[in-house]
């Protein structure tokens, strides 16, 4: 038979630092470097940071850490 227990508060308090937690490694670990994305400030052909779904105007990438140019690319471009 299950038994239920409420909570305590030391037990929601490190619920919430587990989930803190792992959200800052999640956030951490979403972007890519540029050099590990293989970036470079200029377009591949049509490709171009201003056409790929991930550029934020005017210079962020929500996968690329650090700022971009309009004109760059990396190899996550899509
Ligand atoms: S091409 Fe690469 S750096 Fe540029 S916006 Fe797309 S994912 Fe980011």
């Known amino acids: 038979m299950i038994e239920f227990r409420a909570p305590t508060r030391r037990s929601l308090f490190l619920m919430l630092g587990a989930a803190a ?23 591949n052909g049509r490709q171009s940071c201003a056409n790929c779904s991930y550029f934020n105007p005017p210079s962020g990438c929500g996968v690329v850490s650090g ?7 990396c190899n996550l471009w899509g």
């Not at 999640?26 to 890519?32: E, G, L, N, P």
């Not at 700022?67 to 690319?73: F, H, K, M």
């Open 21 to 43: 937690a792992v959200g800052a490694t999640t956030t951490a670990q979403a972007r890519s470097s540029k050099a590990a994305a293989a970036y470079r400030g200029a377009p």
């Open 67 to 73: 700022p971009v140019s309009p004109r760059g690319w």
